[in-house]
């Protein structure tokens, strides 16, 4: 029989488990009350999440809602959409037959609203199943008929308060914006006074895009018809503009999607497409920018050329992973989510797809919504004012 003195120290196990996946991680809870106590602690999920992304090896998921489940899907698997890629999740805020609103993802946690009459929000980690309840802000959605139209909302995190924040950008008109952020660490809402002013012509876009502790929205232009991006420093709790000045001339009539996303290392990157006329064909563009708020440095990321319209109706969301892209098309009037693969380009004066078609996922008709995240042990620990969390 082993003795305590034959167990390995702790900080040894510590290192190996800081290695292990998320959902091992969870498992190994059950192996001992030494385990459980070190898996569970936040300050090693905190630690795991850090060495995780350091070196690249965090689980990247994507989470995709339907009227009738909630699904993630390994993007590491090369065999996307298959039964064995597939993870089918289970919550209490999921409605049958309404897709949930999946709003933004920070940490490994996401934002997401139910339909109901006041679309309710949570805070919830699809990893470990945790979930909190928003308390309620004290506004609802606009209405088309039945269905919601939500504020522009977003979610991200402030490092040096250990802060997750939520804000929801609502329109009062005049030329005015009602800013109404959340805070896990209050636990309460609060509306931001003496906004800025928002140009008339702005139009926000999508939904908020998380990096350098900041969100950020697409805005269109219709007076100089020009598109930029709205940033909402979530310290300072201020807008400010990024100027979205990337086009070559060959390129006139390009169109920017309203939804933007991150790549490695929280760079944002933007979707756009143009008719390349002397191939005829669609070309769907990725653009990042390497210096953040450094117009200068957006640099084309990838390109996707769509021959005789094989895929239909590009729609946001786009998800990117290292050298993985997934969109949304309709082909055939079947919707489905693909993901393309890098190659090689053969000639530099021949258009070839940089990207390849690498594998399909039908989803059911109807509303559907997606979002990638990073499978995490992270939860909102400690707060004051917070509701313990449910599992899911």
Same mark, same amino acid.
């Given at each position: ?46 630690? =795991? ?19 009738? +489940? ?13 039964? /064995? ?47 909190? #309840? ?40 005049? /030329?005015? @914006? ?11 809402? #609060? ?27 697409? @805005? ?17 709790? #201020? ?45 769907? =563009?990725?653009? @990042?920018?390497?210096?953040?708020? @450094? ?7 990838? #390109? ?10 590009? =729609? ?70 917070? =509701?313990?969390?449910? +599992?899911?």
């Amino acid at each position: 029989m082993a003795t305590t003195n034959e167990h390995l120290p702790e900080d040894i196990i510590v290192q190996i488990l800081y290695r292990l996946p998320v959902k091992p991680l969870i498992r190994f809870r059950c192996v001992s009350k030494r385990w459980s106590s070190i898996v569970s602690n936040p300050q090693f999920a905190k630690s =795991q999440f850090k060495f995780a992304s350091e070196r690249k090896i965090l689980g990247p998921k994507l989470l995709v809602s339907t009227s009738s +489940q909630l699904e993630s899907l390994d993007l590491q698997t090369p065999s996307f959409g298959d039964d /064995s890629s597939l993870r089918k999740l289970t919550c209490p805020f999921k409605e049958p037959g309404r897709a949930v609103k999946i709003v933004s993802s920070c940490n490994g946690m996401v934002f997401v609203v139910a339909h109901d009459f006041h679309d309710t929000s949570y805070i919830w980690n699809p990893s470990t199943g945790l979930l909190f #309840k928003l308390p309620y802000p004290g506004f609802d959605s606009k209405r088309v008929g039945s269905r919601p139209v939500l504020p522009r909302c977003g979610f991200g995190y402030v490092s040096a308060t250990d802060d997750y924040k939520v804000v929801a950008v609502g329109s009062l008109g005049n /030329s005015t @914006v009602s800013v109404d952020i959340f805070s896990s660490k209050a636990n309460s809402w #609060k509306r931001i006074k003496s906004q800025p002013h928002f140009s008339e012509e702005y139009c926000i876009k999508g939904r908020g895009t998380f990096s350098n502790e900041a969100l950020h929205w697409l @805005v269109d232009t219709s007076t100089d018809d020009k598109s930029a991006i709205i940033a909402f420093d979530l310290v300072e709790e #201020k807008f400010r503009e990024m100027p979205l000045h990337l086009l070559k001339q060959d390129e006139a009539g390009c169109y920017f999607f309203g939804e933007m996303g991150v790549v490695s290392g929280g760079r944002l990157c933007v979707a756009s497409n143009y008719v390349d006329y002397s191939y005829w064909c669609e070309i769907i =563009q990725l653009w @990042v920018m390497m210096e953040y708020d @450094v117009c200068e440095s957006w640099t084309k990321l990838v #390109k996707l050329a769509n021959y005789n319209d094989q895929l239909e109706g590009f =729609q946001a969301p786009f998800v990117y992973w290292e050298r993985s892209l997934v969109m949304s098309f309709v082909s055939e009037g079947i919707h489905m989510l693909v993901r393309f693969d890098h190659k090689e380009e053969e000639e530099e004066e021949k258009l070839d797809e940089v990207l390849v078609r690498s594998g399909d996922y039908t989803l059911e008709r109807g509303d559907f919504d997606m979002i990638g995240y990073d499978e995490s042990l992270l939860w909102l620990h400690d707060y004051q004012g917070a =509701q313990n969390p449910t +599992q899911a």
